[in-house]
């Protein structure tokens, strides 16, 4: 987490940490906190971070995949992402998800932002890439992954954000980097959600 953060002292005192559960990608860590001089119960997932790609084509379409999510029962509109092994620089997490997600590869890659989806209860840290020069190819999702590539222009994609079809953070992320440096106005239309 370092940079990503400002560090400072807690302000509690964590009087007990155990690892709850390992699992193959996250790991549950159950800490006893003295909040004040009262003892708190905190489940913390660790997850090693993660990158978001927004893949454009040259006519300003995007690339998504519709990818069924078992935590979700159903199928998800989403950008391609994937998670970061240890010790691998994000960027070329990047291009491998890309690659084995759709088959697409890029020859340019600019970052777009970077963010925290549930700092309540998750230590996982996401990197948006924004990929371009796009230049077909086999794709290698893993056996698990049920994924079809899905293109979209980008008011179409802004439109099923509105709409709610595409209700994936990372994805609605993504797509508003993308419609700011556009000079579209990603914000038009959401404001019916405050």
């Keep these: 987490?370092?940079?990503?953060?400002?560090?400072?002292?807690?302000?509690?005192?964590?009087?007990?940490?155990?690892?709850?559960?390992?699992?193959?990608?996250?790991?549950?860590?159950?800490?006893?906190?003295?909040?004040?001089?009262?003892?708190?119960?905190?489940d913390t997932i660790e997850h090693p971070g993660s990158v978001v790609i927004v893949p454009q084509l040259p006519d300003g379409r995007l690339v998504f995949i519709r990818?069924?999510?078992?935590?979700?029962?159903?199928?998800?509109?989403?950008?391609?992402?994937?998670?970061?092994?240890?010790?691998?620089?994000?960027?070329?997490?990047?291009?491998?998800?890309?690659?084995?997600?759709?088959?697409?590869?890029?020859?340019?890659?600019?970052?777009?932002?970077?963010?925290?989806?549930?700092?309540?209860?998750?230590?996982?840290?996401?990197?948006?890439?924004l990929a371009t020069g796009l230049s077909p190819g086999p794709s290698r999702p893993e056996p698990d992954e049920l994924i079809e590539p899905v293109t979209l222009s980008l008011p179409m994609a802004l439109a099923k954000i509105r709409s709610g079809a595409i209700c994936d953070a990372k994805s609605i992320l993504g797509a508003l980097f993308v419609a700011r440096l556009s000079s579209e106005e990603p914000l038009d239309g959401l404001r019916k959600f405050r």
Aim: aromatic share 10%.
């Design 1 to 42: 987490m370092s940079g990503r953060t400002r560090r400072g002292r807690a302000p509690f005192r964590i009087l007990k940490r155990e690892v709850a559960y390992q699992g193959r990608v996250i790991r549950v860590v159950r800490e006893v906190i003295d909040a004040a001089g009262h003892e708190v119960v905190r």
């Design 67 to 129: 990818q069924y999510r078992r935590a979700v029962g159903g199928y998800l509109l989403e950008l391609p992402a994937g998670t970061v092994t240890p010790g691998e620089p994000r960027l070329r997490c990047a291009k491998r998800e890309l690659e084995e997600e759709t088959g697409w590869r890029a020859a340019r890659w600019k970052r777009l932002g970077q963010f925290y989806p549930a700092p309540g209860f998750l230590a996982e840290f996401m990197t948006i890439f």
